[in-house]
């Protein structure tokens, strides 16, 4: 730490801040734009200003920006002073001369961090008096709107898509008082990032188009902090809320995870949420088709009579739903009559990857920490399209080294224009083996383009080049024996290296031979560092695995061996699993099938009884993401505030209401604390969840936590098309969260679920630097999660064996799945705004087999599998091997059933 003297007082600061990070983290306000914590510091807006003295007897001083300034021991500024008030004052009417005066109707109001420092200089007065500049705005897509009028010429924008994330279809363009950001021409961003620009910008040139449509001011909408549930990464967020509608998913700060950012799936998929076609109240599907809308007792009794009808019922659970959800079902059937809804292959990863986090012989870093790596391996992963957030700490990685180089140099971090230089011909190394190309080849060092066979045996060969003592590997050509070779020697020479992989190709020999390589580093390397990343394909994937439980195909082939009477899906749809034909074959038997969800899949259509649940934002839970973090999501609203006569309830209540029933006890389970209270006693693996997050019974002062800012000012009209006389506001039991803004908001210790980031004079999410000890790094309250894997680290087991695979040619084509951003997720396919954004599905083939095939680019391919006729547009890959054929797994009619199926007959279509 070191002494610096800020208007006559004394603070410690950290040495490698520049004066302005300084400063906000002893709580100094100075006005500033260009500078964020993120990208750091190019003195573009001369916002920052503040006097600096050579000495105590100095009484003329300099001005200086901040941001460009580096902390010195006993450096003496003062911020209070006159000249360099007069001057911040100054350059910020400067910045607002062809401002636009429309706050009242900018969607950035009430939002916007120009506000903010326009008030914190005291600007109040304009004396520009010309003809302001204007610009043409831009369509660019969905998602952004653009409003180039109100910009200030702060370059966050242009430094964070192109430096930071790698965009290539953005940029800045004019000179002098004439700069335009934007894209050549307009278009769709292609960066699955550029969500981010809404937050990162200080004014109101990129707000949120889907918010546009159904908008509401920052104090008038209800928060609760959250978990993003669209992939195994968990990024933190924060849910905004107005008339029982989610209105906006904004980043919610975590040191050690997502950071300031989030992808677009997460900030964007959200509309399914919203749906008014939505399951709202429980039926009953007779033989006849005929629809009966059930309450809640008739529900209740109905589902009595189903256990009693039958005598073995077998319950599918979902890995898109909470650990408190899927142990109820377990609770209800049976643990020998549980089911975790995944494949037999996805099951196999799974099982394998807690392997590892159980024993915890190899270290699995945070998001965060991925960024620290020097030397990266990739198999089997597109992780831009399954886990774009994990995709964009990898490109951090890689630039990491230019920092490095910067620091061995004298030039600080913060230092931005000297490192963006740098890192562009200094980087760490990328090594990717996939099937085919994907968005992280442009910054990889080599790629591998092989089989799924093919990919294995490379990866054995480089753990045998990390440790002799494996089987070798002779069937490889001398360039792969070469670069094998070459890959070992980085890994081993490397201060950090990574192996990242998952469960998205669903193929445990992929894991296996990750498993090795890093096992391969750990045993052969002295003091040398090694991590391990494996992603899964579901946001709870791990915490279903936990709880164990049969797989989808051993419980379907029970109900056909008739050793299952019954079953229950929850929150599960069958269809995304398992072909066509063999659901509506299985569904037939509605009279033997309950499904309890919040989406109309096919599976809920066609069941005989319907159970209407909640969703995530209406409901409180846990899940565990891909580093064995346990992880809460909170109830953003309470759905019967506004429909009484709905009956949504959490699953896990239905089935402990049925349960008691069934079995006439009472009812023990009365909120979330009794159900976490339940599974820790059953796995104790999981008891750090109840240890470590607060209760509904934690207090501050008294208060719960408030789910609105202070200024909450429509309160009172919030049901008033329902009825005009206002009710009580609903009690929360299952949290220590109000449902008002009565309530405790300030930052506090305590604290580390945040609903929203707000702080007096800080309305826009600057003011996340209120809540963290030091700004861009840990909360006052630390991060929230538990990790919930005890330190093992005693032994290293042995390697896994590989059984040698045929070499003898392909006769048939085999399925391998390819990704979307868009698309691959299962509750987002139900958004309007995602399904425009969902590219067309198409084949991919090779080249050389379409060539052999005789195919156009415009040429139409048709298959028979799974008992379907497929008829699909192609996509031509330079590197996808022969006799492969990539289809968009995970798409509706395109089951996961489908992966590694093989196909006879391929041919052009013709009428």
């Known amino acids: 730490m070191t002494k610096i003297y800020i208007d006559s007082k004394t603070y410690d600061v950290n040495q490698s801040d520049n004066l302005l990070q300084a400063c906000l983290s002893v709580g100094i306000n100075i006005p500033y734009f260009c500078w964020h914590p993120l990208l750091g510091s190019v003195g573009a807006c001369r916002q920052c200003a503040v006097m600096q003295y050579s000495n105590f007897e100095d009484r003329k001083g300099r001005l200086i920006m901040s941001c460009m300034t580096p902390v010195t021991e006993g450096a003496i500024i003062s911020i209070k002073n006159t000249e360099s008030e007069i001057f911040r004052s100054t350059i910020i009417e400067l910045l607002l001369t062809n401002h636009p005066h429309d706050c009242p109707v900018c969607e950035e109001g009430g939002h916007c961090h120009l506000q903010d420092m326009t008030v914190m200089t005291k600007h109040n007065m304009r004396n520009y008096r010309f003809k302001k500049r204007t610009h043409k705005n831009q369509y660019l897509g969905s998602f952004i709107k653009h409003e180039m009028n109100r910009c200030i010429t702060c370059y966050r924008c242009v430094r964070y898509y192109n430096d930071y994330s790698d965009g290539t279809d953005f940029g800045v363009y004019g000179a002098n008082n004439n700069i335009y950001f934007g894209r050549v021409e307009d278009g769709v961003l292609e960066s699955e990032h550029s969500g981010n620009l809404i937050e990162l910008c200080p004014t109101g040139v990129f707000t949120d188009k889907i918010h546009s449509q159904r908008y509401s001011r920052k104090w008038d909408m209800q928060y609760a902090p959250s978990i993003c549930q669209n992939c195994s990464v968990g990024c933190n967020i924060s849910i905004g809320e107005r008339y029982g509608e989610i209105r906006r998913i904004e980043n919610r700060y975590h040191e050690n995870i997502n950071h300031y950012l989030i992808c677009d799936l997460g900030r964007f998929g959200y509309l399914h949420n919203n749906l008014k076609n939505r399951p709202q109240q429980p039926t009953y599907l007779n033989i006849n088709n005929n629809i009966t809308i059930l309450n809640f007792d008739e529900a209740i009794k109905l ?387 109840k240890i470590e997050e607060l209760n509904a019974n934690f207090r501050i002062h008294g208060q719960k936590i408030a789910r609105s800012p202070i200024r909450s000012s429509g309160r009172t009209s919030l049901r008033a098309d329902i009825d005009v006389h206002e009710p009580c506001q609903p009690e929360d039991n299952n949290t220590m969260f109000a449902f008002s803004m009565e309530g405790y908001s300030q930052p506090n210790k305590s604290v580390s679920h945040i609903p929203f980031a707000w702080f007096p004079g800080w309305n826009s999410p600057q003011a996340w630097n209120k809540f963290q000890k030091e700004i861009g790094r840990k909360l006052i309250s630390g991060d929230s999660g538990t990790h919930v894997f005890k330190t093992n680290k005693n032994k290293i087991d042995i390697y896994f064996d590989f059984a040698s695979k045929d070499d003898t040619k392909e006769k048939y084509w085999s399925i391998i799945p390819y990704y979307d951003l868009f698309g691959n997720e299962e509750l987002t396919q139900y958004s309007s705004v995602i399904q425009e954004n969902i590219p067309v599905e198409y084949a991919l083939i090779g080249l050389l087999d379409g060539s052999k095939l005789g195919l156009r680019k415009d040429s139409i391919l048709v298959f028979n599998c799974l008992n379907k006729d497929y008829r699909l547009a192609i996509r031509f890959s330079k590197y996808l091997n022969q006799k492969q054929i990539g289809l968009p797994i995970g798409r509706k009619g395109f089951p996961i059933d489908l992966i590694g199926k093989k196909i006879k007959y391929l041919q052009e279509f013709t009428k």
């Open 303 to 689: 589902g009595v009579d189903f256990f009693q009808r039958y005598k073995r019922i077998i319950g599918v659970g979902s890995t898109r739903s909470s650990i408190e959800n899927n142990f109820s079902l377990q609770e209800l059937v049976g643990k020998e009559n549980f089911s975790n809804g995944m494949s037999n292959k996805e099951q196999i990863c799974i099982r394998l990857i807690l392997d590892v986090l159980k024993n915890n012989y190899i270290y699995t870093p945070s998001l965060k920490e991925i960024e620290s790596y020097d030397v990266i391996l990739v198999i089997g992963e597109d992780l831009t399209k399954t886990s774009p957030r994990v995709a964009l700490a990898v490109r951090q990685a890689i630039k990491k080294k230019a920092e490095d180089i910067a620091n061995l140099r004298g030039i600080p971090r913060w230092n931005s224009s000297s490192i963006v230089h740098i890192s562009e011909n200094i980087k760490n190394f990328l090594y990717i083996i996939h099937t085919h190309e994907s968005k992280l080849d442009d910054v990889s060092e080599w790629c591998y383009y092989a089989s799924i066979d093919e990919q294995v045996n490379f990866a054995r060969a480089i753990a045998y080049e990390l440790d002799n003592s494996l089987p070798i590997v002779s069937n490889l050509n001398i360039l792969l024996k070469k670069q094998a070779l070459l890959i070992a020697h980085r890994l081993k020479k490397s201060k950090k290296a990574l192996i990242i992989s998952g469960s998205n190709s669903f193929s445990g020999s992929i894991i296996k031979s990750a498993i090795n390589i890093a096992k391969a580093i750990k045993i052969n390397s002295i003091n040398h560092h090694v991590g391990i990343t494996l992603l899964t394909s579901s946001s709870n994937s791990l915490g279903v695995g936990l709880i164990g439980g049969m797989s989808i195909e051993s419980a379907l082939e029970a109900f056909k061996q008739e050793q299952a009477n019954a079953i229950i899906f929850m929150e599960y749809d069958l269809y995304r699993f398992a072909s066509q034909y063999d659901c509506d074959l299985f569904l037939k038997n509605k009279e033997k099938i309950i499904t309890v969800d919040h989406q109309y899949t096919k599976t809920y259509k066609k069941s005989g009884l319907t159970l209407s649940s909640t969703n995530f934002a209406e409901s409180s839970g846990t899940v565990i993401n891909f580093e064995g973090r346990a992880q809460r999501f909170f109830q953003v609203y309470d759905p019967t505030f506004y429909y009484k006569n709905n009956c949504l309830i959490e699953s896990w209540k239905w089935f402990h209401f049925l349960k008691s029933k069934i079995y006439n006890t009472e009812i023990s389970w009365f909120n979330l604390d009794d159900v976490i209270n339940a599974y820790t006693k059953t796995y104790p693996i999981l008891e750090n969840i």
